[in-house]
T-cell receptor, first 114, second 118 residues
Framework: AQSVAQPEDQVNVAEGNPLTVKCTYS??????LFWYVQYPNRGLQFLLK??????LVKGSYGFEAEFNKSQTSFHLKKPSALVSDSALYFC????????????FGKGNQVVVIP | NAGVTQTPKFQVLKTGQSMTLQCAQD?????MSWYRQDPGMGLRLIHY???????DQGEVPNGYNVSRSTTEDFPLRLLSAAPSQTSVYFC?????????????????FGEGSRLTVL
């Protein structure tokens, strides 16, 4: 079964500094990979996804993520963090073929310090 | 465009009561799913469906039932509520991988239903 690990509970970063949120995954075959963001008392919003093609994927709000097949990682990055980026971030994976389950990590709380 | 609509947004139940969380989507998505979100646990899949008449269990199905009689609706039933079912529940839908063009596989979430079982 597919699974995701997000090793850090919370990521603190100063405003204007680069932001990285780590994600590693496990899945049979080729993966669909996703990042979602959740603001307080809201549902999850899609940020970006990787299916095939370029390993560097660009998404909403200036975020990007790099797919690394050999390390089974899909880290989320932003060159310059904003206070408004403070939120809960989830990485998710589903198999390209198979049971269609989308498995989520436990989430990372990002705190951007002014 | 309504997207995914969940009702109710808040509910308080007593132990042993039953209830149904409603979920409807207007995007003609084949795939629908229910997750529960608990602090430190992330989102855990309860049940999912890949089309009308087809449902399957996720990671934490015990105590919950689902049905999918139409493409649009995917209700979640709590048969006999327990305090351990206190959680925030999210419904989400997507087109299936390989279909739906550019947005294939991307989950669209409802705003959540906060359930407290006393």
């Amino acid at each position: 079964a597919q699974s995701v690990a997000q090793p850090e509970d919370q990521v603190n970063v100063a405003e204007g500094n680069p932001l990285t949120v780590k994600c590693t995954y496990s899945v049979s075959g080729n993966p669909y990979l996703f990042w979602y963001v959740q603001y307080p008392n809201r549902g999850l919003q899609f940020l970006l996804k990787y299916i095939t093609g370029d390993n560097l994927v660009k998404g909403s709000y200036g975020f990007e993520a790099e797919f690394n097949k050999s390390q089974t990682s899909f880290h989320l990055k932003k060159p310059s963090a904003l206070v408004s980026d403070s939120a809960l971030y989830f990485c998710a994976v589903r198999a390209y073929y198979g049971n269609n389950r989308l498995a989520f990590g436990k989430g990372n709380q990002v705190v951007v310090i002014p | 465009n309504a997207g995914v609509t969940q009702t109710p947004k808040f509910q308080v139940l007593k132990t042993g009561q039953s209830m149904t969380l409603q979920c409807a989507q207007d995007m003609n998505h084949e795939y629908m799913s229910w997750y529960r979100q608990d602090p430190g646990m992330g989102l855990r899949l309860i049940h999912y469906s890949v089309g009308a008449g087809i449902t399957d269990q996720g990671e934490v199905p015990n105590g919950y039932n689902v049905s999918r009689s139409t493409t649009e609706d995917f209700p979640l039933r709590l048969l006999s509520a327990a305090p351990s079912q206190t959680s925030v529940y999210f419904c989400a839908s997507s087109s299936l991988p390989g279909t739906g063009g550019f947005k294939a596989g991307e989950l669209f979430f409802g705003e959540g239903s906060r359930l407290t079982v006393l």
